[in-house]
């Protein structure tokens, strides 16, 4: 099948990590409370950590594709700002189309790929997500509003025969606000109990706060080929 050439495709290593077990459906991050601003590591650590990391990435490393989808606002754009190391703003510009950032994980590159979420760009996520290693899915717990939408856009996606067994992550994002909703309640009102064909995965996070961030790196991380 012909791919666009700005589309991601995945990319094998030449080595590979044991194989994890099936996990299919986890809320177990979202349970988790990171302390809204965790101690910084100093210079001399960050440094230690950078070393280590690049004669790391001499003898074993490898990259992944992934995708951000979700409505416009949920805080797609932000969430890959932290999720790159760099900090949480308010004045965010809307993507877009899509835009793409590496973002590295010890031995692991992930190229992200962040899509518009407006409704003139929602038909263009399929071809996006073709041969992605995992999909993040990201909406917004503080407006109920959107998340019906939000659900039936994602129940359109992940019946596309052409992402078939995509593992998904999806994120409520923005649960520093005091009317967010909890993980138990954004599972349910994404109906994510009834999607049998593939693992899925849901966690309450904040970009703004940095809250389970670490966990969702872990998360993807996961998944590299």
Request: hydrophobic share 40%.
């Amino acid at each position: 099948m012909a791919q666009c050439g700005a589309c991601p495709t995945s990319r094998r290593s030449s080595k590979r990590p044991a194989p994890l077990p099936p996990l299919h459906f986890t809320t177990a991050a979202s349970c988790l409370r990171i302390p809204s601003h965790p101690p910084r590591p100093s210079a001399t650590m960050s440094w230690f950590s950078r070393l280590y990391d690049y004669f790391l990435s001499l003898f074993w490393s490898s990259e992944m594709d992934i995708t951000l989808l979700g409505l416009q606002n949920a805080g797609k754009t932000s969430l890959l700002r932290v999720l790159g190391g760099g900090e949480y703003t308010s004045d965010s510009i809307p993507t877009i189309g899509f835009s793409m950032k590496r973002v590295r994980k010890g031995r692991v590159t992930i190229k992200c790929w962040d899509l518009g979420g407006q409704p003139r760009f929602r038909s263009m996520w399929e071809r996006y997500c073709k041969g992605v290693n995992a999909i993040l899915f990201i909406v917004d717990s503080a407006d109920p509003a959107t998340l019906q939408i939000a659900r039936m856009e994602f129940e359109a996606l992940i019946s596309k025969p052409s992402l078939e067994g995509i593992p998904v992550l999806v994120l409520g994002n923005k649960n520093d606000l005091p009317d967010a909703y909890d993980v138990d309640t954004v599972i349910d009102m994404m109906d994510l109990k009834s999607v049998d064909d593939r693992e899925v995965s849901c966690y309450s996070i904040s970009a703004k706060e940095h809250t389970n961030v670490d966990a969702v790196l872990t998360w993807l991380v996961s998944k590299t080929p």
